[in-house]
């Protein structure tokens, strides 16, 4: 039985309208285990007024929910979480980094919006037309997440501005805050990301080759890999075929990697970057261009 988990901040709002909403959308044609959290969540705590109102215009009833936190287990127990806001995603992707392949915006997969429009605010403290929009925008996104749920597969988000790209992440002890740094920044820019095989002992040549394979099979068409220097990690990747890995410490040696050598492998060490540089080397590469007409000779 597949589980999914909706997750926002006091799961006494969003998070339980989506775990009712989804529900309703199952109406027990199928048996998923179904459930919600909170990254700051009291336990024990009823849905908001206005929730239970919105939620009741519908024929729902989630005045029987009760708030908890998110867990360690329910995690580890989850096949697909679904958060309210990058915010969200950038908590869980902290705590969880080894979790990132199944975090997804609630709304990731719902087509035709841009990724600002991919977050559902929260109604906190507003009006019930509020809440009944914020209901309305979930409830809207919860087909298009249930067939990415059924079907196993994720797909490239629309709209990307990087091309559609499915982005792999890999990287040895050193990498957690990193890669989770550098999955931010590529959902914002629409691209779906992908976690390598990787574990606290993984030496370059591994990492290496599972990048090279997932691209070389089409899994993924770029990838994020982290280790002490970034260096070695370079090295060990372009022994593969179809691999353009460059290792960068600065925004502009990863725009230049893209621009001037389309390199597809972005290498960064965690030795040499802190997280706010990590991110902008990381946009910098994503949202670059490769200048075929100066460059292609190379």
Known sequence: MKRIVFVCTGNV????MAEELCRRELDGKQAMEVE?????????????????EVMRELGNDISRLRSKPITAEQVRRADHIFVMTYGHLDSLLLLYPNAADKIFLVREFQPGL?????????????SRETY?????????????LLEVVRNGKVPAMAGSASGQMTVGLGGDATARILLAEATEVLRREGCATLSLPSHDVAEYPEIAKAAAEAISEGRIQGAVLVGRTGIGLAMAANRFPKVRAAAADTPEAARKARERYNANVLCLGADELGASDARACVQAWITGAFAAGRFEGR
């Not at 709002?13 to 339980?16: F, V």
């Not at 841009?114 to 507003?126: T, Y």
């Open 132 to 144: 009944r929009a914020c209901r309305d925008q979930i409830r809207q996104a919860i087909p298009h």
């Open 13 to 16: 709002c969003r998070s339980p």
């Open 114 to 126: 841009s990724p600002e429009e991919r977050e559902v605010d929260d109604p906190i403290g507003q």
């Open 36 to 52: 919600s959290a909170g990254i700051g969540a009291v336990t024990g705590q009823s849905p908001s007024p206005h929730a239970i």
